[in-house]
């Protein structure tokens, strides 16, 4: 327990020494027996007269010394009252005291000495009080305050004069101040020696209080009650403290806790369980009590603060754990997902409440991948097991990687400076994430151009330098200069001046491209009769412009490479080429969409007036909505259909729809998988039995079939979905 500053107690100042009179010394001679004579009355008579002279020379003597003991008292009061402590002790030191012939002079100037001497002694056990040296409280031997200046006293005596020593007034003097700061030292150790035993049995009743409830907690509020009462009683039998002081510390605990959510549930209900004392007083509830209403009332205060806080934390995790339980199904309900409104009902004046889907996902995003590192580094997993989970959880729920995108900005920043281009450690790097981009590119090139959120800067650096890989045959170092230069700020004005005339020129190539031959016979992918030539004509024309800043490429090369870019990063859907300006979906899902598109035009062709199913198309919407819409008329038609009440709404397809078709077909897929093995196993029984040889059966695998969805997309909303091809409500949220 730390030591305390402690008051030191104030004691009585010098006390000037008064000490007494020493009276003078006479002398008469006896007398003589007188002699009847003339001569003898002659002598009587002289002698009569030499005695009246003799008197009066007595009293003149004793006039004389009562004189001279006032003039010495006067001068020793006023030396006494012009020395300070520190002069008067000097003095003694060094012998300069002044010397007095009246006893009662010299005795008042020395007692007032020893006084400094005892005062001085005090005042340095009084400082070495209040700096911590000396601890009243303490009990440890040597702590006894009369050991301490018993001790300081026989030192101080050490260092005084030997005639100091020997003088009674001075030792007098010393004595008395000492003694007057003793009894009220002795005084104050105690009353500190008592204040500290009951501060350590208060804390140990602290604590006690503070395990009880450590080890109660979660428990119904009858184990809780039975369990203070025990220890309420225990304490006080073991520490001696009044219920009072154990009410204190009882109170103290349950403030303290009134913040914890693991423990304020017990808390509030603490407050109302009654006790028995250690004498077998009973003791009301702490909520009953007038004494700690205050404390009562601000403790209530602080669990209701508490427990707002806690159910909305209880929320938020519920909401994490259904965003993580959605990621880990793939299933499409995340996409569905959107805030969430609730009450709390501990919150009396604002009890309404929202939980953000992004603040939620971004956490069970977090959560996820801390334990997909951690898993890794568990299993001793290989770099590209846990890339592979990774991707396949979070391309599949459209969610960005921030790891990746970490990684696959550093390059583009990095090379902003030229000089970076000579570091050999930072050229490695560079060409690492320009091989890792085009691997997930090629994948899921949707995902990696807009999910990954890439700055333009960045995606114009990989696509230059996957263009120079894949499709000029150029070498990692060679692409990584090529796209280094093409996204750096020109130099200086005539730099600046040909890249701007360069892309005037490339773009004047690409319009004065004849619509109707020349420049759908120059994309041999697009269907003759496409109607968004213009989207895709600038789609290309982006593209070349991008492909003039390599250097070295001429404009014709760019052109030609930028047709190849586009083709291969457009998704056809029915033939008709959806360019990569907004959210596509994989090109995976093509089937899915097709298949839904056919579909949809039994049910609402001939309301849309699109007369072949192959007429339809899709066009981005964003956040993984797709609009619906006539290809075979200029620009895209948009279609519409009608959603459960009869209202018409805009018709679209959106990534949970497709997912959940690609889940229906893997499940198809996998009971065909079964099935054929089974068939293979019953014919090989029926060959073993016709060839009378044992034969060993392989096992028959499980069926993949997916888990069922969250609250959030029930799934029968799927299922409404798969047979209108509808999402009804607003098209960029899902409807929900």
């Not at 808390?267 to 007038?290: C, F, I, M, S, T």
């Amino acid at each position: 327990m730390a030591k305390g500053r402690v008051q030191a107690p104030e004691l009585d100042g010098p006390v000037p020494l008064r000490s007494p009179g020493v009276p003078g010394d006479t002398f008469t001679g006896a007398p003589q027996a007188p002699i009847n004579t003339d001569l003898t009355r002659l002598a009587d008579a002289l002698s009569s007269f030499n005695h009246a002279l003799s008197g009066f020379g007595t009293a003149a003597l004793a006039q004389q010394k009562r004189q001279q003991a006032e003039i010495e008292g006067a001068r020793a009061n006023k030396l006494i009252a012009g020395m300070t402590r520190d002069e008067a002790i000097e003095r003694v030191q060094n012998g300069t005291m002044p010397n007095f012939a009246d006893p009662y002079a010299k005795g008042l100037v020395e007692g007032n000495a020893g006084q400094a001497y005892g005062e001085r002694l005090v005042l340095g056990i009084q400082d070495q009080i209040k700096a911590g040296k000396i601890d009243l409280s303490a009990r440890e031997p040597g702590t006894n305050i009369e050991d301490i200046l018993t001790k300081a006293a026989n030192d101080e005596l050490q260092n005084m004069p030997p005639w100091f020593q020997s003088s009674k007034h001075a030792m007098a003097g010393f004595q008395k101040r000492v003694e007057s700061a003793r009894d009220a030292l002795m005084k104050a150790q105690m009353e500190q020696r008592q204040a500290r035993f009951n501060r350590e049995m208060e804390g140990v009743a602290f604590d006690q209080f503070n395990k009880m409830f450590d080890a109660s907690a979660g428990q119904p509020p009858e184990a809780v009650q039975q369990k203070l009462r025990g220890v309420y009683l225990d304490i006080g039998n073991n520490t001696f403290l009044r219920n009072d002081q154990l009410d204190q510390q009882l109170m103290n605990v349950l403030r303290n806790r009134a913040a914890d959510p693991n423990s304020v549930e017990t808390v509030v209900h603490a407050l109302g369980v009654d006790r028995v004392g250690r004498d077998g007083e009973k003791v009301p509830a702490l909520g009953q009590n007038p004494r700690f209403a205050a404390d009562v009332q601000q403790i209530r205060d602080i669990a209701r603060n508490t427990l707002t806080r806690k159910y909305d934390d209880t929320v938020e995790q519920q909401a994490v754990a259904n965003v993580k339980s959605a990621m880990e199904r793939q299933d499409g309900s995340l996409w569905t997902m959107g805030n969430a409104t609730y009450k709390n009902p501990y919150d009396r004046a604002s009890p309404d409440r929202s939980v953000s889907l992004e603040k939620v996902k971004e956490k069970a995003v977090n959560d996820w991948l801390t334990w997909s590192q951690q898993t890794a580094e568990s299993r001793r997993e290989s770099p590209d097991n846990r890339f592979e989970r990774e991707w396949s959880v979070l391309t599949a729920n459209n969610i960005a990687n921030p790891v990746w995108k970490e990684m696959l900005s550093g390059p583009p920043k990095a090379f902003a400076n030229p000089q970076a281009l000579t570091n050999p450690a930072t050229r490695q790097a560079a060409i690492a994430a320009g091989e890792q981009f085009m691997r997930m590119n090629e994948r899921n090139h949707p995902y990696v151009k807009n999910t990954l959120g890439l700055d333009k800067n960045t995606l114009d650096y990989y696509q230059v330098y996957d263009a120079a890989r894949q499709q000029l045959g150029k070498t990692p170092d060679e692409a990584l200069d090529m796209a280094a230069a093409a996204i750096r700020t020109p130099d200086n004005e005539n730099d600046l001046a040909v890249r701007t005339q360069r892309a005037k020129d490339v773009e004047a190539k690409v319009k004065s491209m004849d619509f109707s031959t020349s420049f759908w016979s120059y994309l041999p992918f697009v269907n003759s009769d496409a109607k968004n030539a213009g989207a895709v004509q600038k789609r290309v024309l982006d593209v070349a412009t991008l492909y003039t800043r390599i250097p070295g490429m001429s404009l014709d090369d760019a052109v030609k490479t930028a047709v190849e870019t586009v083709q291969k990063r457009s998704t056809y859907i029915n033939g008709h080429v959806v360019t990569d300006n907004g959210w596509l979906p994989p090109k995976q899902f093509t089937g899915n969409i097709e298949a839904a598109l056919g579909d949809f035009h039994k049910q609402y062709g001939a309301s849309n007036n699109v007369e072949k199913a192959t007429d339809l198309s899709i066009e981005p919407m964003g956040g993984g909505v797709f609009r619906i819409i006539d290809a075979a008329t200029e620009g895209g038609r948009p279609l519409y259909a009608k959603d459960a009440k009869g209202n018409v709404v805009p018709a679209t397809i959106t990534m949970p729809m497709l997912l959940g078709m690609q889940k229906q077909k893997d499940n198809a897929d996998a009971i065909s998988r079964m099935d054929a093995q089974i068939k293979n196993r019953d014919a090989a029984v029926e060959a073993e039995k016709k060839a009378k040889e044992p034969l060993r059966l392989a096992p028959v695998g499980a069926i993949a079939t997916p888990r069922s969805i969250t609250e959030a997309v029930p799934p029968e909303a799927f299922e409404g979905l798969f047979k209108k091809l509808l999402n009804p409500g607003n098209p960029r949220t899902g409807g929900r």
